[in-house]
C-alpha cells in the first residue's frame, strides 16, 4: 500500500509513519507474548483426545505438541465449553517442507447444526508461505471463507493467535492485530453462533488432498514427523449457564480508529481470499452480510 507523490516532505512522513507503525506493531505483539497467563495448564485445561501418544504435554503443563506422520496425526480439546469469550494461544508451526500438512485452532459445538470458527494453518513447500485458512460456521453453515499470507515466518518463533466471540462480532487477530471481523447480521438474515456453547479444539493432520497449491503438492512423508507446538493457552470467557454483566472487555471488544487501520493493511497487503468478492461462486450475488461493514 504505496501513496504516489512528488512532495519530498510528503515521503518523508510517511516513510517515518511506516516506521513508527512497524516498530508499534512489533512492541505490541512483544507485550501480548507476555501478557498471557503463565498459569495456563494443558493437565488442566485440556486433553489430548486422538493421535495414539502422538500429542504430548510437556514442561509441566505449559508447552504441547502434536506430530504428525504418515499413520495418523493428533489433536487436543478443551476439557470445558464455553459460550463466548476470548480465546488466545501461542503457536509455532511446522517448519521446513510442511506441504499438506493442516494444523488447526477452533471452536466448535456438536451435531449437525454445530457452530464453529475456524482458524487452519495450510502448509507449504519450503521456502513458500502458509496460508491462513478462516471461516465461521453458524447453525451447521459456513461459506464464509477468508484466506491471508502472514507478514512474518510463523515456523520460526511463536506467536499468538486470538479469537475474541462476543454476542456483537467475531474478532481474529495474529499477535493482537485484527486479520478479519465477522459481524452479528441475524437483523438481515445471517445466521450468527452465539447460542451454542463449544470447546477448543487443536489439531495438525493431513490434507495433502487438498490444503497446498489446491493439491498439487503432496505431503513428503521422509520428512515426517512433522511437529507444531503450542503454548501459553489462556481463555477468558464464561460457561453455559454463567450470567453476563459485560464487566470484561472481550464481551463488548471492537475495534477502534487503530484497530481499523491495522485490518486495512492487513486484508489490503495480506488477504488472498475473501468469499464476498467471489462473484464466480455465488452468481445469484454475494451473500448479504457482505453488503454491510467489514468493521
Excluded at 493428533?74 to 465449553?81: A, D, K, L, M, P
Excluded at 477468508?146 to 499468538?160: G, K, S
Excluded at 521422509?222 to 464487566?247: E, R
Amino acid at each position: 500500500m504505496q501513496l504516489h507523490s512528488s512532495h519530498k516532505h510528503l515521503n518523508l512522513f510517511q516513510h517515518s509513519y511506516l516506521t513508527i507503525s512497524n516498530l508499534t506493531m512489533l512492541l505490541l505483539s512483544i507485550f501480548v507474548a507476555s501478557f498471557l497467563t503463565a498459569s495456563a495448564d494443558f493437565y488442566r485445561d485440556a486433553e489430548i483426545s486422538w493421535g495414539e501418544g502422538r500429542g504430548k504435554i510437556l514442561e509441566g503443563g505449559r508447552v504441547l505438541t502434536l506430530s504428525l506422520d504418515q499413520y495418523s496425526g493428533s489433536g487436543f480439546q478443551t476439557r470445558n465449553e464455553y459460550l463466548l469469550g476470548r480465546f488466545d494461544l501461542q503457536l509455532k508451526l511446522v517448519p521446513g517442507n510442511s506441504a499438506g500438512t493442516v494444523t488447526t485452532f477452533f471452536l466448535s459445538s456438536q451435531g449437525a447444526g454445530h457452530d464453529e470458527i475456524d482458524f487452519e494453518f495450510l502448509g507449504n513447500s519450503s521456502g513458500e508461505p502458509y496460508t491462513v485458512h478462516t471461516n465461521v460456521y453458524a447453525q451447521g453453515k459456513g461459506d464464509k471463507e477468508q484466506q491471508f499470507r502472514l507478514w512474518f515466518d510463523p515456523t520460526v518463533a511463536f506467536h499468538t493467535y486470538s479469537i475474541v466471540w462476543n454476542s456483537q462480532r467475531i474478532i481474529f487477530l495474529v499477535d493482537n492485530i485484527p486479520l478479519r471481523v465477522f459481524n452479528n447480521n441475524e437483523a438481515i438474515g445471517t445466521p450468527y453462533p452465539k447460542s451454542q456453547a463449544m470447546r477448543v479444539y487443536c489439531s495438525l493432520w493431513n490434507a495433502d488432498d487438498w490444503a497446498t497449491q489446491g493439491g498439487r503438492v503432496k505431503t513428503d512423508w521422509t520428512k515426517a514427523p512433522f511437529v507444531a507446538t503450542y503454548k501459553n493457552f489462556n481463555i477468558v470467557s464464561s460457561k453455559p449457564g454463567d450470567s453476563l454483566n459485560n464487566s470484561q472487555a472481550w464481551q463488548t471488544q471492537a475495534l477502534d480508529a487503530n484497530g481499523r487501520n491495522r485490518l486495512r493493511w492487513v486484508q489490503q497487503k495480506y488477504m488472498i481470499y475473501n468469499y464476498c468478492t467471489d462473484t464466480k461462486r455465488f452468481p445469484q450475488g454475494i451473500p448479504a452480510e457482505c453488503k454491510s461493514t467489514r468493521f
